[in-house]
């Protein structure tokens, strides 16, 4: 499962960017997403399980963030026939 996603993953933070920033704005913005995203999902996590008494709340949260990035990548511009600088 990890390959299947790190692979395109990764072709599609790279076309994102011009050459001259390819390599700092893809590390920024895996670097930052891991932060603000991933850094506070387990205090998330824990708070809604305790709020709520199930982890049905938990499955929403993760639903409701997967909702939020497939709407970010469907923003994204089609860059498929771009010459990459």
Request: no cysteine; aromatic share 6%; hydrophobic share 45%.
């Amino acid at each position: 499962m990890n390959g299947s996603t790190k692979g395109p993953q990764a072709a599609l933070i790279a076309e994102n960017f011009p050459t001259r920033l390819r390599y700092s704005g893809a590390s920024l913005g895996y670097q930052l997403t891991a932060i603000i995203a991933g850094g506070p999902a387990p205090l998330v996590s824990t708070w809604l399980l305790k709020t709520a008494g199930s982890s049905a709340a938990i499955s929403l949260y993760v639903i409701v963030l997967g909702l939020i990035s497939l709407a970010g990548t469907a923003m994204l511009k089609d860059r498929t026939e771009a010459p990459l600088e």
